[in-house]
Every structure is written in structure tokens, then in C-alpha cells.
């Protein structure tokens, strides 16, 4: 791990893209699973009860508090008990981090294709 | 499937959220792993044969050959090996539909957290 952190240590925001990178772990994680983008997006509409969510996804009670479970502890969904229900809402994380990374990923990524062209212009140049 | 499918059929931003699961699937997945960023960082930097990444990242040859491939096949690096180099560099893949599913979950849950403001505030003026 030191020498993957020493292999960037040049570029400052690379430094900080890997400085999330549990958080990063964790959350890209929970919405790899088209399962759990669902559930995200169900709750988008309203709030719902593990079992209203199993009945909706066809799936085992069981099953379903497993995917709840992981997204709430990756923050997308916050759960609530009241009485023998509990309630499943989406929030408090924005995902604003996870924007983030993949924007500085974009713009390296941008950089190092213009960093491409520029050398097969000066390859072109000099072949000619 | 269907009756997840049909539990979100009223909501055509949704429909639309779902429609790209088995690329977000792969993508998220491929960059929920610290090594597998830590390569994309890495690559933004300059191409490297397999070898110098095992080497960067203190990894096994078919450690990181299993990496490598999980990021070739989700799009986010290509490989060309010439002689017995197999040589690794960042794109094609830019990342954008992941954009824009964080952006629509993130529109969502706003217009979500309003619907909730709004209803306490109803509430309030009715307990008044």
C-alpha cells in the first residue's frame, strides 16, 4: 500500500482521489448492484417498509434487509423502527464525492489523450 | 425482474436509470476496488505493461492481471500486447452515463427531501 501511495505521490489530486477511497469503496459498492439501484430509486418515491420492498422486488424478507443493510451502511438510506416495521428512506449521502472522483478521472483521463495526440502530431512531424 | 421493472414503470427518469444496469453494474463495480482506481491513476499518468503495475502496486502478476481485466472489460482501460509486453492505457470509457445516474439519484433525492419539507410543513400548520 506505501508503494501505491508513493507511485502517485507526484500529483496532488490523485493523492486526494485515493483519500476517499474507503468511502469510495463502500459506496460504488452499493449501487453496483442493480438490486440496490433500484431500491434507491423505488424510495425516490416514497418511503417503504422492508417488507412493502421485498413484496416490490420479489424477494425474501431476508434478502431484502441484506441489501438494505449494505446501503445503509454506505449512508444512501437511513432506516427507522417503529413499532414491528421499520422504515426505509433514501438519504442523507448525495453521492457528491463519488461525482467527484469520476470528474477528476474525466479531466486526467481528457489530459492524457490530449497528451497522445500531441506526441502523434510531433511523431507525425517528424516522419515527414 | 418484471414486477422490479413494473414498481417503477410510472416514472420514465427511472425506466431510464434502470436501462443502462449491466454497463452500471460493471463500472461501479470495477471502480469499488482502491487497487483498481489506484491503476486508473496510475494509467493517467502514463501507459505501463502489466509488469510495472504489479510492481507499482506491490501485487503478483496474476493478481493484477485479474484487475486488468476487470477494468478492460467494463471499458475503462485497453491493452495491446506487442511481443511479450502487454502494454495498458486509461479510455475509452468516460464515465458519463455514471455521471448522469449519480445526477438523476441526486435530483431525486432533492425533490424527495422538498415532497418531506413540504409535508412537515403542512403538518406544523395543521397542529397549530
Redesign the interface.
Known amino acids: 500500500?506505501r508503494?501505491?501511495l508513493r507511485?502517485?505521490g507526484a500529483?496532488p489530486i490523485?493523492n486526494h482521489?485515493?483519500q476517499y477511497?474507503d468511502r469510495?469503496?463502500r459506496t460504488?459498492?452499493a449501487?453496483?448492484?442493480?438490486?440496490r439501484?433500484?431500491i434507491?430509486?423505488?424510495?425516490?418515491?416514497s418511503d417503504a417498509s422492508i417488507t412493502d420492498l421485498a413484496s416490490?422486488?420479489?424477494m425474501t424478507l431476508t434478502g431484502m434487509k441484506k441489501h438494505v443493510k449494505i446501503l445503509e451502511e454506505s449512508g444512501l438510506v437511513t432506516t427507522e423502527k417503529v413499532g414491528r416495521v421499520r422504515t426505509c428512506r433514501?438519504?442523507p449521502l448525495?453521492?457528491?464525492e463519488?461525482?467527484k472522483?469520476?470528474?477528476m478521472?474525466?479531466e486526467?483521463?481528457e489530459?492524457?489523450?490530449t497528451a497522445l495526440e500531441e506526441f502523434l502530431e510531433r511523431t507525425k512531424g517528424r516522419t515527414r
Open positions: 500500500m508503494k501505491a507511485a502517485v500529483f490523485l482521489m485515493l477511497s469510495l469503496d460504488f459498492a449501487v453496483a448492484d442493480p438490486t439501484r433500484g434507491l430509486e423505488r424510495l425516490g418515491r416490490a422486488f420479489d433514501v438519504g448525495r453521492l457528491d463519488e461525482t472522483w469520476i470528474g478521472y474525466q486526467m483521463l489530459s492524457r489523450l
